[in-house]
C-alpha cells in the first residue's frame, strides 16, 4: 500500500513549485491553502502532492515569491510546422480598453504565432453542449461546471463524494483546441500532431490541466503560457505589431465566460448560481456535502479565483479592472455566436452542432475521486489512529494559530498521529512541558542534601551559625 501511495505521488504533476532558497517559513501559503497540502518544517515550507490543486492561492500570498508557476515558453514553437494561440477568455480583460481586441491579438501573431483562436470561442461550442446535456431531466443535480480545474481537483480531494456532480464536459480551451487540431490538420494537409496550440492561461491550475488532464480523454493542447509573461511582450512590442484584419470574431457571450457569471449568462436556462474565490467555493461544497443545496439550483458556475478567470494568479490586473473591461467588450461586442460565421478554414455551425450531438466534446470517463494520504493501511490501522487523533486533539489548544507549521490543530494531531511531527512542535505543549519541568526542577532542588546546597538555599537544613 505505501509503495502504492508512493508511485501515486510520483505520477501527479504539479505546476505550482517551490523555490527553497526564497522560502522564509512564514506560514502564509499555510493558511491560505484549501486542501491543506503545505507544512512548514525546518524553517521551510513543503507541500503535499497528494493534496495539491495547483490553485495558486500559495502564489498570491507568498511575500518573497517563494512560489511560482512552472509554464511553457516561446521556444516551444519550435517544435511544431504551425501554431496556434487559444487565448483565454480573460486574455482581453488586461489590456485598456483603448487597445482594440485586433492589436492584441496580433500581438500573439507579433510573437511567432501563425494564428489564434480564441479561447472564447471555446466557451461559445462548449454553450452548445451544455445545453444539450443540460436537457436532461435525470442528471444529478446541482450539476458543477468543469472549467475550473482549481474546483474540479479540489473537489476530486477534498470532496469526493460530489465527483459525480461534475459536467462531463471539457473546458473551452480543450474544445477550441480539438476544433483547431481538427480542421487546420485538413485544411494544410499536415498530421494534427504538427499543428501546435497553446494556452494564454490566467492561472497554473490550466498549466496542469493541460499537461495532466483530470479525466481520461484526448488532449489536444500542446503547453500553456502565462498570461502576465504574454502581455508583457506585447506591451512592449506594441508599436510594432500589425494589425491582422477579422482575426478578433468571438462573441460577447463568449468573451463573457472570462468573468464570474459569464458562463451562466450563456446558458440561460433553469435556477444557476455562479461563486467566485477559493473560500466562497468551499463553503459552497460544503453546503452541497450536506445536502443543504441538493433541490435549490440546477446549475453551480464555480470559480477558484475572484471575479473569474480575470482573477487569476498569472494575470496582471486587478480582477475588478479586468471584469469591468470584459463587460465592456461583451457589451460592444453583441450576442451572436462567432462560431456561427462561415470562415475557413473553421469547421462550420453545423459541423460543430454534429459533434456535440455525437457527444465529441464529452468526457471519456468520469471524473474520479483522488486518493489522499489516509491514517492507515487498513481498517484495524485506520481506526487506532483515529482514536488517537481526537485524543490529541483535545489536548490542543484549539487556536489554530499556525506556529507548528499546519493550518489548523486537527491537521497537526494528523501529522503527530502519521509521526510527521512531534507533539511538542505546539509552542502552548512545549510550554506545558517546560512548565511542569521547571516545577520538578523546583522540587528536586529542595531534595538537594547539605554539601551540595548553597548558602541561598540551605533553607532547613541549618544556617552558619548552627554550624558554630
Known sequence: ???????????????????ADRCIGCTHCVRECPTEAIRVHYGKARINPLRCVDCGECIRVC???????LTDTLDELKRFRYNVAIPSSAFLGQFKTSIPPEKVFSGLIHLGFDEVYEGALGGEIITLALREYLKDENRVKPTISSLCPAVVRLIQVRFPSLVGHIV???????AAARVVKMSRSRHLGVAPEEIGTFFITPCPAKVTAVKQPVAARDNFLDGALAISDVYNRIMSNLEKIEVVPGIARASGLGIGWGAAGGENRLLGQGRRLAVDGIDNVVRVLELIESDEYHHG????????CTGGCVGGPLTTQEPFVAKHRIDLLREAKGEEFGIAESRSPDLSYDEILGMVERREFNLKAPVQPRPTLGLGTDIAETIARMKEL????????????????????????EDVVLNKAHVTDCTFKLGEQLQRLAKEMSSLAELLPPTLKTRGNAGKHGTEEDSR
Open 1 to 19: 500500500m505505501a509503495e502504492k501511495r508512493r508511485a501515486e505521488t510520483r505520477s501527479y504533476y504539479h505546476s505550482v513549485l517551490l523555490a
Open 63 to 69: 511575500p518573497t515569491d517563494a512560489r511560482y508557476a
Open 390 to 413: 481526537e485524543k490529541i486533539i483535545t489536548t490542543l489548544p484549539g487556536i489554530d494559530c499556525g506556529s507548528c507549521g499546519a493550518p489548523t490543530c486537527r491537521a497537526f494531531a
Open 168 to 174: 462531463p464536459i471539457e473546458a473551452p480551451m480543450d
Open 297 to 304: 439550483y440546477d446549475y453551480l458556475e464555480l470559480r477558484a
